[in-house]
């Protein structure tokens, strides 16, 4: 199974992007569709997490980013709005599926200028 992310770039303090990231590969049952980041210097931690109908966040970005997923499309997004310079990482989507396996994408770079 492989993670294919996208939709990382530039942008302002107070800007928008959207994260989207497509799952390839033998995969029958998803269990969890999430976003990590890693800021410079930083841990890696969970932004955003879809397990089941339950959704998760960091507190850092509750109510201001929102994760959503197409199961039929192995596909899961990450609405980024207000953005701060403090957001500004390296972003990874992560899917759990068929109860075993885990996959990881490439990282796509978020970079938010102030």
């Known amino acids: 199974v492989q993670l294919q992310a996208s939709g990382g770039g530039l942008v302002q303090a107070g800007g928008s992007l959207r994260l989207s990231c497509v799952a390839s590969?033998?995969?029958?049952?998803?269990?969890?569709m999430g976003w990590y980041r890693r800021a410079p210097g930083k841990e890696r931690e969970l932004v955003a997490g879809?397990?089941?109908?339950?959704?998760n966040y960091a507190d850092s970005v509750k109510g201001r980013f929102t994760i959503s997923r197409d199961n039929a499309k192995k596909t899961v997004y990450l609405q980024m709005s207000s953005l701060k310079p403090e957001d500004t990482a390296v972003y990874y989507c992560n899917v759990r599926y068929n109860g075993w396996g885990n996959a990881w994408g490439q990282g796509t770079l978020v970079t938010v200028s102030s």
């Open positions: 590969g033998t995969i029958s049952t998803i269990n969890a």
């Open positions: 879809s397990s089941g109908g339950s959704t």
